[in-house]
């Protein structure tokens, strides 16, 4: 397909959403010299005059290159940063991620630090936006005992986090089969004990939660209710109602 | 009696011990809301990568020998009284834990018989969690005070972090409300966790393979507002109880008034907010190289309600302001008003390859809102230097964050410059707004 002409409004490389399909159309932008104005995932594509297509095929032998590459020029570190930025559901975060592998080809590690430029930096907050919604969602997500004994939960994350609350629960809980269902995006995260998928949801029905499973509903929230001090929680409204300067009068100095 | 009604009663006293911090804002440095632990609705405490974990916080019995005043559990209160079998408390924490209610257990009791008897109940629950159910995740177990050695160490061997509370912030104030507890009594077993811990150190280097002992360290808890003790004296007790025992944490709680000796106040509300600056202050202490002494002293025994500690320290030290962000010292960069650590260590990385200005800060999330009274870039102040005093700070500090400029470049020199000419009695303008007077 490159025919060597350069259009006007640049190149747009799209890849199937995969991973290794975007360090596939990493690769491809870096060796056919053509610099990319954008890289988006198929289903992302929108068509536009006067900006060129190229299709790019996941090939997991040029995304090792790509990836070797830049964990040696830019650390172990900046590779899990990148990873989670691919997590985000930033529209700008392939470019982004190019254009930081792009300065770290060129200044090594030091890209690390050149937090002044706009997609290094775009790709660390993106990162931290993806590690901060992961850790709060590992917090937050409540799992049900469903009849079987498959633990199930449901739940809509902003990023594409699926794969990292799996690793995360399916180390925390080795001997149990776990199902995590992100309606957002119809799909299941699965741990059957002896490995970890990425399947769509499309027409899952999960089963009947199990007999016992509201008893135990039941004392979590009783242990909820239980544990707040009313007393704390009176004074934190109190405060808001009560405007800062009323407060010198009111503590003791 | 049904594990229904144990847990609502050993739960309901569990609370008032502020085991982890029930103020969100140890972790989400100084501005996080006060009692957001609270409306979690349960205990927090942090695993060893920083993440916050949440415990469930229960008593093993509420029943007790002792008869501290400032405790719910105290024998001569008149409450509904629970106990646990090991077996059903392992049992109901392990459901809780697999469907990921809970990261941890919080385990505490009220003295049931003697301290012995009681040890080794708590024991007993932690053996089944670790050796029936291989549970590897997080246990905070009190040592209970008066304990024997052998009982404390057994418990250490399991747990990952272990307490003692040193409850009221003064031994005067310990005598007079908690008879029964001595100061030995408490630094006796803080002192065997602590040698504990440095003898596994040790051995560490010699054999493979010693035992795990406590670790994630030892913390302890101190009542405030319960005594007249001074914030001076219970931050430089915090200090002393980090460098002799080291101790990991200090929690601050604030008192509930839940006890009705006359020594004790009666009808307050928790000190929240004296407690939340003390929190601030401790960190201070444990991670900006601040001393106690340096934040206040005898003279200046109270933390100011108002301002958070650094900036109540700053202003204090005026004379060695302005910092300039491209040249600092990182040391220094900590002391800034608004500048937290991950902040100083994202300016010291980003001054590497660029001069920084206002709007670099911005861009580098500075909060700027309280640090720029306290930094130049390049040289520049955003106010006019004239103004740079202990009132127009304080005033500016404690007052809303409207008197602010929105910094987007430095135009905004210019514009405050016009500001100040046109009105000459800015200075009491600004006092005026914030009560000076
Ligand atoms: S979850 Fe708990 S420990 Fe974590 S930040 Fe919030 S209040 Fe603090
Ligand atoms: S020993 Fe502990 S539980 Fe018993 S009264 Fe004193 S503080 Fe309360």
Redesign the interface.
Known sequence: MPDGTILDGGAVYVYDGSYDGLFTAIFDAVYSRREPEDIVSGNRLQLTFATRYIETAADPAKAARVKKAAREKLGSQAMKRIYHAYLSSGEDREISIYRYLMLGFRMGGKANSHLTDPAVFRVFSLSRNVSREADKMMGFMRFSVMEGGVQYCRFSPENNILPLVLSHFAARFPGIPLVIHDTRRSLLGIYDTAGRYIVSAEGYVPPEKSSDEECFEGLWKLFYDTISIKERRNLKLMKQMMPARYFRHVWER | MD??EK??IL??S???DAACT?SGSQRRSFKG???SA??A???HAFSSDG????L???LYTNYCINDCKYCVCRRSNDIERAAFEPKELAD?FM??Y????V?GLFLSSGVVKNPDYTAERLLEVLKILREEYYFC?YIHVKAIPGASPELVRALGLLADRMSVNIELPSESSLRLLAPQKTKENVTKPMAQIRDGIIQRTNEIKLFRSTPRFVPAGQSTQMIIGATPDTDYQIIRLSQALYRTYGLKRVFYS?Y??VGNHPALPKDI??????EHRLYQADWLMRFYGFTAEEILSEDNS?L???LDPKAFWALNHLDQFPVEINTAPYEMLLRVPGIGVNCAK?IA??R???KLTFA?LK??RVQLKNSVYFITCGGKYVFPSYRMNHSFIYGSL?ASSSMMPAITEHRQLTMNDDFDSLTPTAEERVKCLT?QF
């Open positions: 594990t229904n847990l609502r739960t309901a569990a609370k008032f029930s809301g006060i009692g609270v409306s609705g349960c205990c993440r916050c974990i949440s469930l916080k229960v109901l459901s809780f697999r469907r990921n209610y990261e995740g604030a509930v008034p509300q928790p000190p929240l907010l004296r109270h100011d309600p108002l994202r990385a980003a590497r390859t660029a670099d861009k580098l404690t009560g």
